[in-house]
Structures are given as structure tokens and as C-alpha cells.
Nanobody, 129 residues
Framework: QVQVAESGGGLVQAGGSLRLSCAAS????????VGWFRQVPGKEREFVSG???????YYADSVKGRFTISRDNSKTTVSLQMNSLKPDDSAVYYC???????????????????????WGQGTQVTVSS
């Protein structure tokens, strides 16, 4: 089973940028969907972005055009570049991995939390106004 660990959170002013990284390890680390989710206290965890084995990317409407997800050539690191950050983006960001999947994945599969079996510990992102 793939293990994941996030890094790169921090404090930034509104309008600034941060880059989160998700390091995946395990025999099938390049053969899963990797997603980013976020959660603020008192609210449900929500989907932010995900990338399939084929490289197809998906985004929540709230971050489309500002966030970019990518996977490196070794397929062991998935990054989330966050630009034009807003105070509403403040949350704990989690990286997650599905089991080994088919090469292509549907939006429903990528955006559903129930598809993911491995979760990182989370990294705090705080955007000040």
C-alpha cells in the first residue's frame, strides 16, 4: 500500500503563493490517483485537486485557475502549486492516495473521498488578509 506525506505548508499573505508536496512511497506509488483535500475546524473535509495515472487533472471550482497539480517524472511526488491565495484557502491540507487504479480515472472517482485509502498527516496553510 502506498504511503504519503505532505510538506510545504506555512503562513502567507493574501495574493501570495505556496507549493505543497506529497511524497509517495510504496511498490505501486506511480500507479494510483493522488488527491489533495482540505479541512477547516467545524467543516467537512473537501476536495481540492487530484491527478490520475494518465495525468488528467481535476480541480474544485473554488481553486480552478489558481491552483495547479502536477506529478514528477518519477511519479513519486505530486505537487500543488497555489497562487493568488485567499484567506478562505486557509485550512489543513491533506494528501491522499487511492489503491492501484486503471490508467484513466473519472472525475467522480478522483473527487470522492471514499476512493482514497491512504492519508497523510496534513499540513497547515494560513493565508492572512
Amino acid at each position: 500500500q502506498v504511503q504519503v506525506a505532505e510538506s510545504g505548508g506555512g503562513l502567507v499573505q493574501a495574493g501570495g503563493s505556496l507549493r505543497l508536496s506529497c511524497a509517495a512511497s510504496g511498490r505501486t506509488s506511480g500507479e494510483t490517483v493522488v488527491g489533495w483535500f482540505r479541512q477547516v475546524p467545524g467543516k467537512e473535509r473537501e476536495f481540492v485537486s487530484g491527478i490520475s495515472r494518465s495525468g488528467q487533472t481535476y480541480y474544485a471550482d473554488s481553486v480552478k485557475g489558481r491552483f495547479t497539480i502536477s506529478r514528477d517524472n518519477s511519479k513519486t511526488t505530486v505537487s500543488l502549486q497555489m497562487n493568488s491565495l485567499k484567506p478562505d484557502d486557509s485550512a489543513v491540507y491533506y494528501c491522499a492516495s487511492t489503491p492501484r487504479t486503471a490508467f484513466f480515472a473519472t472525475r467522480d472517482y478522483v473527487t470522492s473521498q471514499t476512493s482514497y485509502v491512504t492519508w497523510g498527516q496534513g499540513t497547515q496553510v494560513t493565508v492572512s488578509s
